[in-house]
C-alpha cells in the first residue's frame, strides 16, 4: 500500500503500473471506468445471492425443471421459514421468478439465474 501513498503524492510507482495508469487517463480516467454505485451495488447483491450453497442448490435444481415448494424443501433440506428466505433472496436478485396455478406457486429459473451458472 506504501507505493500507492507515494504514487499519489507524485513519488515513484512501478513503471508498468504508471504507464497503464498513463493509458487509462489517470487515475481519474480509471475511476470514470469504474461503474456507477447503483451497479456495483446490484453486482455485489447477485454475488451474495450465489454465495450461500442452500440457494445455489435451489438454483441448480430449478436449472433442470418447474417445482413447487415442497419439491424444493427437500431438495434443499431446510424448514419452510428458511426456504422462503432463499426463495425471497433469489427472487430479488431476479434469478428466479414464480408463478401462481390454482393454489400452487411454482418457481422456474429465470435467464439471469441461468447465466450465473454458467462455468
Request: aromatic letters at 4%; hydrophobic letters at 50%.
Given at each position: 500500500m506504501q507505493c500507492c501513498d507515494k504514487a499519489l503524492n507524485g513519488q515513484a510507482?512501478?513503471?508498468s503500473v504508471a504507464s497503464a495508469l498513463d493509458d487509462a487517463g489517470g487515475v481519474r480516467g480509471l475511476m470514470r471506468r469504474i461503474p456507477?454505485?447503483?451497479k456495483l451495488?446490484?453486482?455485489a447483491g447477485l454475488h451474495q445471492s450465489l454465495a450461500d450453497h442452500t440457494r445455489l442448490k435451489i438454483l441448480w435444481a430449478l436449472s433442470n425443471?418447474?417445482?413447487c415448494p415442497c419439491v424444493l424443501k427437500v431438495i434443499?433440506?431446510?424448514s419452510d421459514s428458511?426456504?422462503?428466505y432463499h426463495l425471497k433472496v433469489l427472487e430479488s436478485a431476479r434469478l428466479i421468478k414464480s408463478r401462481r396455478t390454482r393454489n400452487?406457486?411454482?418457481y422456474s429459473i429465470t435467464n439471469e439465474g441461468e447465466k450465473a451458472l454458467a462455468p
Open positions: 510507482m512501478p513503471t456507477a454505485e447503483a451495488k446490484r453486482v425443471m418447474d417445482l434443499a433440506d431446510v428458511k426456504l422462503s400452487w406457486r411454482i
